[in-house]
Nanobody
Framework: QVQLVESGGGSVQAGGSLRLSCVASVATFRTGCMGWFRQAPGKEREWIGHINGGSVVGTYADSVKGRFTISRDGAKNTLYLQMNSLKPDDTATYYC?????????????????WGQGTQVTISS
């Protein structure tokens, strides 16, 4: 069973930065599809971005493009989400997810494994 454990959430003021980490329990996911999603209260889970297996380049939603960067450290089985220029609208619970396929999708239903989530709160 694959386990994903996120960390790094917290509360910062608008304009600040946070880096989220997601450690995967299985080495296989060093080279698989991994992504980040978020969910605000009363809203659907939103795709933020992902990185295909074997790639070092992320794909991002328009709402975070230019501010967020996804990276992967294969040696540590860890996925990162660097978030800069944070806005109050970025407030949500953030989830990392893994998909068995090498190629990613933007649909939450296509991801096989999920972390427990980490809360990010941005104050104005």
């Amino acid at each position: 069973q694959v386990q994903l454990v996120e960390s790094g959430g917290g509360s910062v003021q608008a304009g600040g930065s946070l880096r989220l980490s997601c450690v995967a329990s299985v080495a296989t996911f060093r080279t698989g599809c991994m992504g980040w999603f978020r969910q605000a209260p009363g809203k659907e889970r939103e795709w933020i971005g992902h990185i295909n297996g074997g790639s070092v380049v992320g794909t991002y939603a328009d709402s975070v493009k230019g501010r967020f960067t996804i990276s992967r450290d294969g040696a540590k089985n860890t996925l990162y989400l660097q978030m800069n220029s944070l806005k109050p609208d970025d407030t949500a619970t953030y989830y990392c997810a893994a998909r068995r396929d090498v190629i990613c999708s933007t649909l939450p239903s296509t991801f096989n494994y999920w972390g427990q989530g980490t809360q990010v709160t941005i104050s104005s």
